[in-house]
């Protein structure tokens, strides 16, 4: 062809028509129509997300938003992934590692084979014929032991000599009726022939005869591609810290309030104060965008240098300091010698380390002093003695909530009693004036009576009577204090509190057994005013059935534990030890833990505390390693800043969380939870139990409504929005 011309920027979506018509001076002439007439730009992988931004959401966790490529390459966008690394060249880590296959039996009853023909063949490289796993009957029991497979397997040789296989499952219920076989091609094989890209292992059932229940499902699937190992690593199998997988959906619903992206997903388990860099590819069915990174604003150079990625770094105000206490001690001059001084003194602040707190050093503390004045109200009986009455209390705002009905001549120290029954009163002291009839309260409680209290309130239970001496001077009394002589009851605010701090306050409320069904006194007093009548009982119709309990407790708000378990303690009662060397993020483990570490606990080495990185199939151990005394290697997300070679024996203890209770399985919309060992002896029916997504670091609540001896937790609810298995 002698003309030819590219149309950019053609719509992929629908089809475009063409065609063309030559010009001159004096116009255009007619057109011609192209052969085919119309076509659609050819399907392709999207292209890069745009408007790729990151803000920091926590001292440990950045949220990444983007918005939708500029084309979707004819074909819709079906998730994202997204990158996290220390370096901008995307290339932290080295990806070689072994092969992780999963082969997942499912039914839908009792999966046993009909008089021994139920059973499959194991198929590795796709074609049914050649070559198939070797096994004397010819197929392999639907229950196959894990030894049985992993030597038929190790008999065909070269990558597949040294696989390890390992069987989850027991067939019963919780497992679907099946079994779960983790299959690893642990071969150490050299390059060129790395073990990387295995195929995908299927099943044939042909010839095997059928289960004795339908609905046998067999699933295979990749957990981890194979990069090889064995030598340096190549410069192609070099990647990045963290690679997510975002599906187009879950980056939608994620999007947070004032956002104005598309797109949102927060990235957890980060190192505070560790520069990050970022960037987003889109995947359709047909392959992977290249990748747009995160460009800062403050990146204001010309606009090639826009390609490059800025580094973002995840940081927040320090943590709670702790061990704060403060005593009395003597002044330094002699001048003041008989004076005294407060001595305060702290610890830092939890979690802090070499690298900072949060993200960054302490380079000072707060001091701040205040003066508490306590509460002080007055509750006055005028002109008494009276021969009846009763009253009763409540705070100003909260008339839900008041005493029980009291004599007028009640007891101090009972008075004291009901007001400290009020759920919103944690202290208070009462004491008594008989010759004015006046009882003084001081709100003196440490959180919910610190600082200005509402009012007190006053209710009649029982009009006021004096006796017929006394009635005169009774009411000329109430009358000079502007009071009713049938209820002259007085409440006066004496002083007005202010508090010594500013506490964080949560009001725990409950009720029990109300004491309306006991024979209950309130107690006159036999001192000041003459008691005219005896002691009169509560008032039993005003007393409701439940009665408030109120006071502090100990809270705690994202409370993780505390790293006091020591690791292999319950696995089996020797110790765990591990080793480091100094700016190392990877640990030798003299025992494989992975049933018990997930990614993204903490984990204390020495004195030194740092969160399990990756995926669990990132915690890696060995048959056969270089020193058996260290067979797994846990990852770290920060590096460990001094190491153990100066511990003893360059060797210290791990210990981990003390409310971790290790991993778990468990299916969508499926109740039952699988535990990795007995979890009896931890869990009682009624226990909060959190489960905890390591993929995406989500996590979802429910109760614990029943135990086995097999370790089974069975929810009151069903996990609807759990859709992982832990490995």
Known sequence: ??????????????????????????????????????????????????????????????????????????????????????????????????????????????????????????????????????????????????????????????????????????????????????????????????????????????????????????????????????????????????????????????????????????VPRLTPGQAYYIRVAARNGLGLSVYTPFWSIANSGPAPDKAAASAVVPAAVPNLVRAVSLRSALAATSRDSHATNLRIGWAPPYDDNVLGNNGAPVTEYKIELATRVYETQSVQIVGGPYSAGSFSLMLEGNESYATSCMDWNVAPHLLELELNLLPQVDGASVSFASDTGTYTVVFNGTTLSNGAVPSLVASSCASFEASSEHAEAAAAAAAAANLDASFPVAVTTVTQGLAGYEPAVVVVSTSAPGRGDLDGYVAGMTGGYAVASPSATLDMARQPSQRPVSGTFDLSFGFTGDLTARLGGYVNETTVYGKVEAGSYLVQTSQDLRPYLNPGERVRVGEFVGIVNGSSSDYTCSSSPEDPAWPCTLPLTQFHPFGTLDAEDGKVELFGSDTSLGSVRVTQFNQFVVASRNLSFELLVGDSLQLHNSLDGSTVIHTVAGLSKDGLQVLQNFCATCCFAVE
């Open 1 to 266: 062809m002698p003309f030819a011309h590219t149309l950019s920027k053609v719509s992929d979506a629908y089809p475009t028509y063409v065609r063309v018509a030559a010009y001159t001076s004096i116009g255009y002439g007619p057109y011609a129509l192209p052969t085919p007439t119309h076509l659609r730009a050819a399907h392709r992988s999207p292209s890069a997300p745009t408007n790729v931004s990151a803000t920091v959401n926590s001292a440990t966790s950045v949220v990444v938003s983007w918005d939708e490529p500029k084309s979707d390459g004819g074909d819709a966008v079906e998730s994202f992934s997204v990158q996290i690394d220390r370096l901008p060249t995307f290339t932290s880590l080295c990806g070689d590692g072994p092969e992780l296959q999963t082969l997942t039996l499912t039914g839908s009853g009792p999966l046993i084979s009909n008089g021994g023909g139920g059973g499959f063949k194991l198929v590795i490289d796709g074609d049914y014929s050649n070559p198939l796993v070797p096994t004397a009957g010819g197929c392999f029991p639907v229950n196959v032991e894990a030894a049985t497979l992993q030597e038929s397997i190790r008999a065909l040789g070269v990558a597949y000599g040294s696989v390890e296989v390992s069987r989850g499952g027991d067939g019963s219920p919780a497992w679907d009726f099946g079994f779960v076989w983790s299959i690893t091609f642990a071969a150490n094989v050299s390059r060129p022939l790395p073990l990387g890209d295995l195929a995908v292992l299927t099943v044939n059932t042909s010839g095997c005869g059928d289960a004795a229940t339908a609905g046998a499902t067999y699933t295979t699937a990749t957990l981890k591609h194979g990069l090889g190992y064995g030598g340096d690593c190549a410069a192609d199998h070099l990647v990045p810290l963290f690679t997510y997988e975002v599906p187009l959906a879950s980056a939608s619903a994620l999007v947070q309030p004032n956002s104005g992206h598309q797109f949102d997903f927060e």
